[in-house]
């Protein structure tokens, strides 16, 4: 398989949590911002992408100073919460 093969392959087997898909409203406005190129389509939908993996893996101060305060106990069960969030795929 050559990399071309390789890289469709590993795109199309990407599954994206729900809350985290392109909305209607945003191909949208990248469509229509692009006026047809299709290299800028494509450069502002993996630009946007981008930015949205940014913003996932980015915790807000307060939730950083609340884990510094937290006990054992407060821990696990926070613990316990992601993980009922990672199995079911994230927030929307």
């Known amino acids: 398989m050559h990399d071309a093969e390789k890289l469709i392959a590993t795109i199309k087997a990407v599954r994206i949590p729900q809350g985290y898909d392109l909305k209607v409203w945003e191909a949208d406005a990248i469509h229509t911002d692009a006026k047809l ?15 949205k993996g940014q913003r996932a893996t980015r915790l807000p101060a307060d939730v950083l100073h609340m884990l510094a305060q937290a006990d054992e106990r407060q821990l696990k069960l926070i613990a316990g919460f992601v993980r009922q969030l990672v199995k079911k795929g994230g927030v929307a």
């Open 37 to 51: 190129d299709t290299f800028r389509m494509m450069g502002h939908a993996f630009e946007y992408g981008f930015l």
